[in-house]
């Protein structure tokens, strides 16, 4: 079984549609979560940072965490054409901070 | 992108070439990796420095070797490049002063390698 796992998509959807994207991972000792954007030929940035369970919400994106299920999902609501990206998840395997496991991303296009 | 700084930004060269990637921040953070990233496999690591003298390898770091020239300067070399080494290359950067929950990195641009 792979550390993460994503649906690489693509997944398109009408501009304002909320969005739902996700990662499953395998190993319940994990307890930092990530989500990153990457926009086409450039480098990714940090969208959300969340610690154990629950949910965080920042603007119009929320990450979900659901530790009993190893469940990780990022929810993008009034979605724009601007939010046209891959998004990665990325999981702290420990507590020093450098060991991370990215998921493949999921390829995301909202249209107008 | 512009605190994390890669060049160059797109390289083609031949199978046996040495190739060097060079990359600068100016973020004051003292950690630095090196990931490439090749579709359907997501990023993954090759090299990471916690400061100058401490470099470490990550989990592919086979044909390829690291400088850390001062805190700011982490550079990638192909010692001798081979086509399957054509990827999209990213330098990264963190903060470990704030422990596990200030270790979210952020990125430089990218380097496009193409090895014919």
């Known amino acids: 079984q792979k550390e993460v796992e994503q649906d690489p998509g693509p997944l398109s959807v009408p501009e304002g549609a909320i969005v739902s994207l996700n990662c499953t991972y395998s190993?319940?000792?994990?307890?930092?979560f990530m989500w990153y954007r990457q926009y086409s030929r450039k480098g990714p940035e940090l969208l959300m940072y969340?610690?154990?369970?629950g949910n965080k919400e920042d603007g119009r994106f929320t990450a979900q965490v659901d530790k009993s299920s190893k469940y990780i999902s990022l929810f993008i609501r009034d979605s724009q054409p601007s939010d046209s990206a891959t998004y990665l998840c990325?999981?702290?395997?420990?507590?020093?901070?450098?060991?991370?496991?990215f998921g493949p991303g999921t390829r995301l296009s909202v249209l107008p | 992108d512009a605190d994390v700084t890669q060049t160059p930004r797109n390289r083609i060269t031949k199978t046996g070439k040495r190739i060097m990637l060079e990359c600068s921040q100016t973020?004051?953070?003292?950690?630095m990796y090196w990931y490439r990233q090749d579709p359907g496999l997501g990023l993954r690591l090759i090299y990471y420095?916690?400061?100058?003298?401490?470099?470490n390898k990550g989990e592919i770091s086979d044909g390829y070797s690291v400088s850390r020239q001062a805190q700011a300067k982490f550079s990638l070399s192909l010692e001798s490049a081979i086509p399957n080494q054509t990827a999209l290359y990213f330098c990264?950067?963190?903060?470990?002063?704030?422990?596990?929950?200030?270790?979210?990195?952020?990125f430089g641009p990218g380097t496009r390698l193409t090895v014919l």
């Open positions: 969340t610690y154990s369970s």
């Open positions: 190993n319940s000792a994990f307890q930092y």
């Open positions: 990325a999981i702290l395997r420990d507590n020093y901070g450098q060991n991370f496991v």
């Open positions: 990264a950067t963190s903060d470990s002063g704030r422990g596990p929950r200030g270790s979210a990195q952020y």
């Open positions: 973020k004051g953070h003292d950690r």
């Open positions: 420095s916690f400061d100058v003298k401490d470099i």
